[in-house]
């Protein structure tokens, strides 16, 4: 496995490898791995020929308030899954090295980065979408691989690459969950003992949501405000946002007529916590009389 810091070095080596492989695929990462990026280096092994993974905590995609120095970090742990799981090449490049002095182009995806997480994080999926552009002009991958826990961000991704002609899949791959449901995450390790405790109301709030959706609820006003309930519920909690939208353009959704999304953000302490989940209304049941196929 080799371990490449310059875009120079890297573009050279992915250059020499693509010349005897079929496909490429791309696990772009902040690092501080866990059995999530293991799922996503997994999918690409299964698909691809070589893998590419980087480790860049981006600086780009944080607010002045947030967590960039304090976001954790282990190379060497790193470096040890990626072995094991068998990437080929990690790219670990410095700030300076993805951003040069004089730095002044970004790529921005508009209308639907409005929403959720963008609502409340100005610049951050700017931030997002100009790294990503970046290292996918560097790699050249023919595939790259986003877990949906972090859906908008997932779908924004697909929505540049569309829009940009960029040639290459972006594979969503479904989330890693622990026992209780809540979604495995970097920023879970910032939980005290009891903050754990209070961050399972954020995959209930899923599941009341789910519930109320299968019992025949459609209304989204309906269910955002048992969402509410429910995270009143518990001391340490602070529900940021809850929203339902279109999966595709992220439009909000007020009655569920077809597959929707709901994205949460829920404060557990000083942590933040987003999730998400399908939507799936029952088809309403024939007329009476109708033949079936």
């Not at 024939?286 to 079936?292: D, Y």
Request: charged share 25%; net charge neutral.
């Amino acid at each position: 496995m080799d371990v490449l810091t310059t875009v120079a070095d890297l573009r050279e080596a992915m250059r020499g490898q693509r010349a005897h492989v079929k496909r490429i695929g791309f696990v772009p990462t902040m690092g501080f791995l866990h059995a999530g990026h293991e799922a996503l280096i997994r999918v690409a092994r299964d698909e691809c020929d070589l893998i590419a993974l980087s480790i860049f905590v981006n600086p780009a995609q944080f607010g002045p308030q947030e967590d960039f120095e304090k976001y954790p970090r282990d190379f060497n742990r790193d470096a040890e899954l990626c072995a094991r799981a068998g990437v080929d090449v990690i790219f670990h490049p410095e700030p300076r090295e993805m951003y040069p002095r004089g730095t002044g182009t970004w790529v921005e995806v508009e209308g639907m980065t409005d929403i959720a997480c963008g609502a409340f994080r100005p610049g951050h999926f700017r931030g997002v979408t100009t790294v990503v552009a970046k290292l996918f002009n560097i790699v050249r991958p023919d595939r790259a691989y986003f877990g949906e826990k972090d859906f908008q961000q997932l779908q924004v991704i697909k929505r540049m690459t569309r829009d940009l002609f960029m040639p290459l899949t972006v594979v969503g791959v479904p989330t890693v969950r622990e026992a209780d449901g809540l979604a495995l995450s970097s920023r879970n390790t910032y939980l005290s003992p009891t903050e754990r405790q209070t961050a399972r109301i954020v995959p209930r709030v899923l599941n009341i949501a789910r519930g109320m959706v299968e019992h025949g609820e459609l209304h989204a006003e309906e269910i955002l405000a048992a969402i509410t309930r429910a995270v009143a519920t518990q001391p340490l909690a602070q529900l940021q946002y809850a929203v339902i939208v279109d999966p595709e353009t992220f439009a909000s959704v007020r009655l569920l007529t077809a597959e929707a999304r709901l994205l949460v953000a829920i404060f557990a302490g000083k942590t933040r916590l987003i999730d998400n989940t399908a939507l799936l209304p029952k088809a309403p049941p024939p007329p009476a009389g109708t033949t079936l196929p």
